[in-house]
């Protein structure tokens, strides 16, 4: 039976061309190495080595046993990194964050995924604002950020994760509630929740609207989603905003959802790392994962 320790010294046998040599690296007598030897050819009914030649060389079969043994220790070589980094990785913590509404109501399935492959790491998510994201992941202190809008920079890789489509909002008081599809000219003279100025999210829906010629002159400003939400219920204005962000106040009929009469109200959201950051195995795969969107 050829093992990886008789491989091993067969290998070395044959590296150094020496009995003796090969003796010593193992610590054993020459005469074991002798015997390995003769159990080799014996059992795959060949000669191994050529003696008649100073230092010796191996034959044609020895040579095909050489590479055999050389590819067999290589891969037990990559088995037992390979099974160090897995017996590493179940005690592996990831540290992800995430803007509120992504991480409420877009990240769930994907960690639900990761955790059926990787049950005994630590997955802990924290829900931040976009600024406190970038820091984090830029610091070191955040594996994996998502955030909304995001924004390419030298030290950053970015990744495009999920696609919101933007919505109208309203509460079921106001005029715009039964529409199934409203124009945007429609919200020049409406009383509008915005996103704060610094927030992303506010840039791009500003924008949006000004390649419409639309003008807005928001009544209240918020620095995150669930609060132009509340805003939006008590019917304190209108607003615009991710679907996917919705889900439970459209399925609880607390606030209509109206479709934008424009393909290109959309909000991309993006995966990102700290260019040339070491990740484990399990960080690896998760990022893969929301990469891929696998779910």
Same mark, same amino acid.
């Given at each position: 039976?050829?093992? #990886?320790?008789?491989? /091993?010294?067969?290998?070395?046998?044959?590296?150094?061309?020496?009995?003796? !040599?090969?003796?010593? !690296?193992?610590?054993?007598?020459?005469?074991?190495?002798?015997?390995?030897?003769?159990?080799?050819?014996?059992?795959?009914?060949?000669?191994?080595?050529?003696?008649?030649?100073?230092?010796?060389?191996? $034959?044609?079969?020895? /040579?095909?046993?050489?590479?055999?043994?050389?590819?067999?220790?290589?891969?037990?070589?990559?088995?037992?990194?390979?099974?160090?980094?897995?017996?590493?990785?179940? @005690?592996?913590?990831?540290?992800?964050?995430? &803007?509120?509404?992504?991480?409420?109501?877009?990240?769930?399935?994907?960690?639900?995924?990761?955790?059926?492959?990787?049950?005994?790491?630590?997955?802990?998510?924290?829900?931040? @604002?976009?600024?406190?994201?970038?820091?984090?992941?830029?610091?070191?202190?955040?594996?994996?950020?998502?955030?909304?809008?995001?924004?390419?920079?030298?030290?950053?890789? #970015?990744?495009?994760?999920? *696609?919101?489509?933007? %919505?109208?909002?309203?509460?079921?008081?106001?005029?715009?509630?039964?529409?199934?599809?409203?124009?945007?000219?429609?919200?020049?003279? /409406?009383?509008?929740?915005?996103?704060?100025?610094? %927030?992303?999210?506010?840039?791009? &829906?500003?924008?949006?609207?000004?390649?419409?010629?639309?003008?807005?002159?928001?009544?209240?400003?918020?620095?995150?989603?669930? $609060? &132009? !939400?509340?805003? %939006?219920?008590?019917? *304190?204005?209108?607003?615009?905003?991710?679907?996917?962000?919705?889900?439970?106040?459209?399925?609880?009929?607390? &606030? !209509?959802?109206?479709?934008?009469?424009?393909?290109?109200?959309?909000?991309?959201?993006?995966?990102?790392?700290?260019?040339?950051? *070491?990740?484990?195995?399990?960080?690896?795969?998760?990022?893969?994962?929301?990469?891929?969107?696998?779910?």
């Amino acid at each position: 039976m050829l093992d #990886v320790e008789t491989s /091993q010294i067969y290998c070395d046998l044959i590296e150094m061309r020496s009995f003796s !040599k090969a003796a010593l !690296k193992h610590v054993i007598s020459q005469s074991a190495i002798s015997q390995q030897l003769a159990k080799l050819e014996l059992a795959h009914k060949c000669q191994l080595l050529d003696r008649q030649k100073r230092p010796f060389e191996p $034959t044609t079969a020895g /040579q095909l046993l050489y590479d055999a043994c050389k590819d067999m220790i290589s891969r037990y070589e990559q088995f037992k990194n390979q099974l160090a980094e897995h017996a590493r990785s179940q @005690g592996d913590r990831i540290n992800i964050a995430a &803007i509120f509404s992504i991480g409420m109501h877009n990240l769930p399935p994907y960690l639900k995924k990761f955790m059926t492959r990787y049950p005994t790491v630590n997955l802990h998510v924290e829900y931040s @604002g976009w600024e406190q994201i970038h820091e984090k992941v830029i610091q070191g202190y955040v594996e994996i950020g998502i955030v909304a809008v995001p924004k390419k920079e030298r030290n950053l890789e #970015v990744y495009e994760f999920e *696609s919101e489509p933007l %919505v109208v909002v309203c509460s079921n008081e106001h005029p715009f509630a039964n529409r199934a599809e409203i124009d945007l000219n429609d919200l020049c003279d /409406q009383k509008f929740i915005a996103f704060a100025r610094h %927030v992303p999210t506010r840039e791009l &829906i500003d924008n949006l609207l000004s390649h419409r010629n639309i003008t807005i002159r928001p009544a209240m400003e918020f620095d995150n989603i669930e $609060t &132009i !939400k509340r805003a %939006v219920e008590i019917n *304190s204005g209108i607003s615009i905003l991710p679907r996917t962000a919705l889900v439970q106040e459209i399925s609880a009929n607390t &606030i !209509k959802a109206i479709s934008i009469d424009d393909p290109r109200f959309v909000r991309p959201t993006g995966i990102i790392v700290r260019k040339n950051r *070491s990740m484990s195995q399990p960080a690896r795969y998760l990022l893969e994962l929301l990469q891929n969107r696998w779910v």
